[in-house]
């Protein structure tokens, strides 16, 4: 299987680098000097309306921020609107005389941010560099990636831990680093100042993502994906293809039911691809319905910023036919012929397998066929090839081989 490994460029550097070179002297606050590397995002932010300092006029940037404080600046910044109605969260320990009650609220009807085993929020409780990670990725739908042991250079943070994989998606797309080259500081606790930047800097540069959710009755779901090259002549399944990044996003059990999966969407360069989502759904087995989509996955350049648009192709792509062959023997041509006698090729291309004796042919139109297999050592081998067009949301033709009897 070919893997196509994606290369993103580094958008934004370590924290203790400035965000851009814009001018920092529009200071809004006395303890926020020019010279600290989070000058640019705190006054820029302050010009915005989206942070404020205390009364006595201080921003205090050293503090560690809160989570009712992180939860009223990422509301500004997603341009939500929680004064207008949100749904009471049920958090015991945040009432609605709370002055950032609606912001909390809002965050957890966007599942953004959540509460304690307990029942509590915790709106006071300072906020760690790995939860913040976390809350910016869910924030801003940051593609998710999956990450080989190699791509992680800090010892405190694990992948499949909680937060690790998020922190890896920041550190990836060049939002943060750690706070030395070997370590993140996951627990470690985020200041007002450093939260400031990391908020700032994912909204410049986060890519927009795309999402495509599961059909049907979400309960049993299972969804899965298949991505493969633009080039009309292969059929080739590689994990991540060279247009888009495709992740996906489980969903999670509420009073109401599961919520359901998803498919994440990243553009990654302009161009073509192709996709086809299939799943099925339904607990017991003569009840399991299937479902599939197929797409041609558009990726343009819009005002700067890449966007996915999706489209439903009617064609259907070749697809492989597989002839299997015993042990030992080897192909030297495949004769391809009509049952009714017409010849398609009487030297028709196939392909190996690495792990198999086994070869395969493409076809691209239905009918019924006979593959004539000639062997190396002299020996023919007929198999009977029934390809039937699929269902219009499948990319493939749907093929049924038999090997004949009087194959000699």
């Known amino acids: 299987m070919k893997k196509i490994w994606i290369a993103f460029s580094t958008v934004a550097l370590a924290l203790s680098l400035p965000l851009t070179s814009m001018a920092t002297s529009n200071q809004k606050f006395t303890d926020v000097p020019e010279t600290k590397h989070f000058a640019e995002a705190v006054n820029e932010l302050a010009e915005r309306h989206i942070i404020t300092g205390y009364a006595d006029g201080l921003f205090k940037p050293g503090n560690p921020i809160t989570r009712g404080q992180a939860a009223a600046i990422i509301v500004k910044l997603l341009k939500e609107n929680p004064d207008y109605y949100v749904q009471d969260p049920g958090f015991k320990d945040v009432s609605k005389a709370n002055g950032y009650y609606n912001s909390i609220a809002k ?11 307990n029942g509590n929020f915790g709106p006071n409780d300072p906020v760690t560099r790995g939860q913040l990670a976390s809350i910016l990725v869910k924030a801003y739908d940051l593609p998710r990636f ?9 010892r405190d943070v694990k992948s499949t831990n909680s937060h690790g994989a998020n922190v890896l998606i920041l550190y990836k797309l060049g939002i943060t680093s750690g706070v030395t080259p070997e370590r993140f500081g996951i627990n470690e606790f985020v200041t007002r100042g450093q939260a400031s930047k990391l908020m700032l800097t994912t909204e410049r540069v986060y890519p927009d993502t795309y999402s495509i959710k599961t059909q049907g009755d979400k309960s049993g779901m299972m969804m ?9 002549d292969t ?3 590689i994990p991540n293809s060279e247009i888009y990044h495709a992740a ?5 059990q509420t009073p109401a039911g599961y919520t359901g999966d998803r498919l994440q969407l990243t553009p990654l360069k302009e161009g073509r691809g192709t996709l086809q989502v299939g799943g099925n759904y339904g607990m017991e087995a ?3 319905k299937r479902y599939y989509n197929k797409y041609y996955v558009d990726v343009k350049k819009v005002n700067g910023r890449l966007k996915i648009e999706l489209q439903h192709p009617s064609e259907i792509l070749k697809t492989r036919a597989r002839l299997k062959m015993a042990a030992g023997e080897k192909v030297e041509s495949i004769h391809f012929a009509q049952t009714d006698g017409v010849v398609i090729s009487d030297n028709m291309a196939f392909e190996g397998y690495t792990d198999s004796p086994d070869v395969f042919i493409r076809v691209n139109r239905h009918g019924n066929y006979i593959a004539t297999v000639r062997l190396t050592n002299g020996k023919e081998v007929r198999y009977a090839v ?5 269902t219009k949301h499948k990319l493939y033709y749907e093929i049924e081989i038999t090997k004949m009897k009087n194959s000699k």
Request: aromatic share 12%; net charge negative.
């Open 248 to 252: 996906i996003i489980k969903g999670r």
């Open 286 to 288: 003569q009840n399991i």
């Open 386 to 390: 029934d390809v039937k067009a699929p």
């Open 224 to 232: 899965r994906f298949s991505e493969i090259m633009a080039d009309e």
């Open 107 to 117: 965050l957890a009807e966007l599942e953004i941010m959540s509460g304690y085993a």
């Open 146 to 154: 999956d990450f080989i042991s190699k791509e992680n250079p800090f």
């Open 235 to 237: 059929d080739e399944f």
